[in-house]
């Protein structure tokens, strides 16, 4: 197995300041030189998911995410939810699916790399329905944007 390496990606801070951080460090290992697979799915940066393969621009202060040259097919999905029954059921949804799911805040901000298989309207019609009991969920990257 390849080394592992942070991958920095700027982001948008919006006037909430939100994302909390200017920048997000995402691991990758090379797959090829100058080519780099995701093996985490991005807490805040947009556009790219779990296992995309993706190049970088060197610089003194580390690798920068430059372009996504191949995707993986999965949809990334940013999510927060402070109920505790609520997260159990997107806990087990996630898992029924084999999601990939990564949280922080104590277990209230998520973020999915929902599998390809998965239809878009399933896992949209699932996350809306969980609106109703306090989730509120972004989509940071689809993989149906290829589709249309």
Same mark, same amino acid.
């Given at each position: 197995?390849? /080394?592992?390496?942070?991958?920095?990606? $700027?982001? =948008?801070?919006? =006037?909430?300041?939100?994302?909390?951080?200017?920048? %997000?460090?995402?691991? *990758? @290992? %090379?797959? /090829?030189?100058? $080519?780099?697979?995701?093996?985490?799915?991005?807490?805040?940066?947009?556009?790219?998911?779990?296992?995309? !393969?993706?190049?970088?621009?060197?610089?003194?202060? #580390? +690798?920068?995410? /430059?372009? !996504? !040259?191949? +995707? @993986?097919?999965?949809?990334?999905? $940013?999510?927060? *939810?402070?109920?505790?029954?609520?997260?159990?059921?997107?806990?087990?949804?996630? %898992?029924?699916?084999? *999601?990939?799911? %990564?949280?922080?805040?104590?277990?209230?901000?998520?973020?999915?790399?929902?599998?390809?298989? !998965?239809?878009?309207?399933?896992?949209? #019609?699932?996350?809306?329905? &969980?609106?109703?009991?306090?989730?509120?969920?972004?989509?940071?990257?689809?993989?149906?944007? &290829?589709?249309?």
């Amino acid at each position: 197995m390849s /080394a592992a390496f942070k991958v920095l990606w $700027h982001l =948008e801070q919006d =006037e909430d300041e939100w994302p909390p951080y200017p920048v %997000e460090s995402i691991w *990758c @290992s %090379e797959v /090829a030189t100058g $080519h780099f697979k995701l093996l985490n799915v991005p807490y805040f940066a947009h556009g790219v998911a779990w296992g995309d !393969v993706v190049t970088v621009t060197e610089k003194d202060d #580390g +690798r920068w995410f /430059a372009a !996504v !040259v191949v +995707r @993986s097919g999965y949809s990334t999905v $940013h999510a927060f *939810c402070a109920d505790p029954a609520t997260q159990e059921k997107l806990r087990a949804w996630a %898992e029924q699916l084999q *999601c990939v799911v %990564e949280t922080a805040y104590g277990g209230k901000y998520w973020a999915i790399g929902i599998p390809p298989e !998965v239809p878009i309207a399933q896992w949209q #019609g699932f996350l809306t329905s &969980l609106e109703a009991d306090g989730l509120e969920y972004d989509v940071a990257w689809s993989a149906g944007a &290829l589709a249309g």
